[in-house]
């Protein structure tokens, strides 16, 4: 009985190919779905923009393809490899305090729907370690809100007083992320990895057909994520193509991502111990 080998879609210099998986041009850096020389012809051209390269070369790709492509080699300059480094969440640094805070919307009997706002406050070193994936925050701090964000804000400032540095964990409320920028602009900010890979996680279910094909795509995407490579992500997303509702899931996630690409830095947070991501 003969078996039809495994294919995959590569971006090469002739447009898109379909080969085998195991075919050489299958073996691509960076995890792109691009073969070594088109990538290269891309951060060429990274100066000139896509119109230029069009023109050359007959295919499309777009400026934010080729902006993305040149940051993520420029991230890998002086680097031989990308180091895929598995850690584990534990070890937190003494010293550094947490901030968690998020809102949601709550059903009331006499005022209808209002707005919930909670906040968690701790020191690292009341977090602690049970087994390798799993963590408990022995004392912390609790801020509540039945309200709108500026009394709640307050409250959360009365609280904090004048820490001079702080870890915010958060999703990608831009109320949240204005107020550290406004008044803790020395503050750190991480997006909350959870969020990161629930959003991955959606876009793939719109994305793929195949049940094991989508779980082997979005588990690269996540060990990308742990290792700053929130650049080659979008890559990958964008090169995905899509219809329908996979296209509006598929915008909405690279949005996410650019609006938030400061906060998912994992691999720097991890080396220093920040592991409440």
């Not at 009985?1 to 294919?7: G, S």
């Not at 909350?192 to 588990?219: N, Y």
């Not at 997303?237 to 949005?255: F, H, P």
Request: proline share 2%.
């Amino acid at each position: 009985m003969n078996v039809i080998p495994e294919k995959k879609t590569i971006n090469t210099k002739f447009g898109r190919l379909e080969v085998p998986k195991q075919h050489i041009l299958c073996r691509t850096p960076l995890g792109l779905k691009m073969t070594p020389y088109w990538q290269e012809q891309c951060v060429y051209m990274g100066q000139q923009g896509s119109a230029t390269l069009e023109k050359l070369t007959s295919q499309d790709v777009s400026a934010k393809q080729i902006e993305r492509i040149c940051h993520a080699y420029g991230q890998l300059l002086g680097t031989d490899e990308i180091e895929m480094v598995n850690r584990n969440l534990t070890g937190v640094t003494d010293g550094v305090v947490y901030g968690m805070m998020d809102g949601s919307m709550v059903l009331t009997r006499e005022d209808d729907w209002k707005e919930m706002k909670l906040a968690r406050i701790f020191s690292g070193k009341e977090l602690l370690s049970k087994g390798k994936k799993h963590n408990f925050i022995r004392k912390s701090t609790y801020v509540a809100h039945l309200g709108g964000k500026h009394p709640f804000l307050d409250k959360v400032e009365q609280v904090i007083g004048s820490t001079d540095s702080m870890v915010w964990v958060a999703d990608g409320a831009k109320w949240i992320w204005n107020w550290v920028d406004d008044y803790y602009p020395d503050h750190h900010q991480i997006l909350d990895f959870f969020h990161a890979s629930e959003k991955l996680h959606a876009f793939a279910r719109e994305a793929f057909k195949k049940e094991d094909e989508k779980q082997q795509w979005v588990e690269h995407q996540l060990e990308l994520l742990k290792n700053n490579g929130v650049e080659i992500v979008m890559i990958n997303v964008e090169l995905i193509r899509c219809r329908g509702s996979a296209m509006l899931k598929q915008a909405a996630l690279l949005t996410y991502y650019q609006n938030n690409t400061k906060r998912i830095q994992y691999g720097d947070y991890l080396q220093k111990g920040w592991n409440r991501k």
